[in-house]
């Protein structure tokens, strides 16, 4: 039998992401031949795929990729564990994913992993080879693809030992790649849900307000005043809750619309991903 070192079951972990006992014997089973080694890792994980597919992914990581200035996609790729997150093999795959569909511009989820990787091979396909090879559940949880206006995006990380967990894809009404850094920025670090008040449904309106009222009555308000505290309450809902209304990250004594305003711009939409958050 063939001597297996520490350094063969590390170089054979490092390229496919499986455990430490796996690749061991792996590499046993093949007697010491890495690319046998390799194949049957390959072959057991595409055995073990269906039994993935109720396991939990909540690692991974987001990536974004433009294509010039008018065209972009942002994505978020998930695996099981944060080991398999930062390894190269797992970035590679979001690349390829990422770069599949900013090709294509799918519609949806579905029509997003029926695109062609560039090998005649689907995002499906490619994905179930990766969840094979890396022994865990890959899953393509959700993406944004715009195309048409002034495309801009940014990436975060969390943690400096881990990819990108915090992603933006922002969509302006003009050509200004500082002003969309800047703003992606912005929305990474507070979280927007719409753009402007106009965005938000009625439906979440009327709660907020009965929200607000009930709080003041709880709080022993006085009824002459309800109104007037439940609308400056809302209010406060929407400085919060839409980008234009937030105070800017850069100038906290400017909102992001003064902002855009002073440069003739506009937001006219927005994604932000956080890794495992809805």
Known sequence: MASISAADIKKLREAT??????????????????DKAMEQLRVKGLKGVAKREGRSASNGLVTAHLNGT?????VELN??????????RFGQVAQTVVEALTTARPADLDAALAADVGTGQSVKDFLDE???????????????????????????????????????????????????????????????????????????????????EATAREEG????????????????????????????????????????????????RFARYRVGQA
């Open 17 to 34: 992401g499986a455990g430490m006992t796996d690749c061991k014997n792996a590499l046993v089973e093949a007697d010491g031949d890495y």
């Open 70 to 74: 008018t065209s972009g996609v942002l």
């Open 79 to 88: 695996c099981e564990t944060d080991f398999v997150a930062k390894g190269e």
């Open 130 to 212: 990766a969840n094979a090879g890396l022994g865990e559940k890959i899953e393509l949880r959700r993406f944004a693809a715009y195309d048409g206006a002034f495309v801009g995006s940014y990436l975060h990380k969390t943690s400096p030992d881990l990819p990108p967990q915090v992603g933006v894809l922002v969509e302006l009404t003009g050509d200004a790649p500082e002003v969309a850094k800047d703003v992606a920025q912005h929305i990474a670090a507070f979280a927007p849900i719409y753009v402007s008040r106009s965005d938000v449904p009625d439906d979440v309106v009327a709660k907020e307000r009965e929200i607000a």
């Open 221 to 268: 308000k006085p009824e002459a005043a309800l109104a007037k505290i439940v609308e400056g309450r809302v209010t406060g809902f929407f400085k919060e809750a839409t980008l234009l209304e937030q105070a800017f990250a850069k100038d906290n004594k400017k909102s992001v619309k003064q902002i855009l305003d002073e440069a003739g711009l506009t937001v006219t």
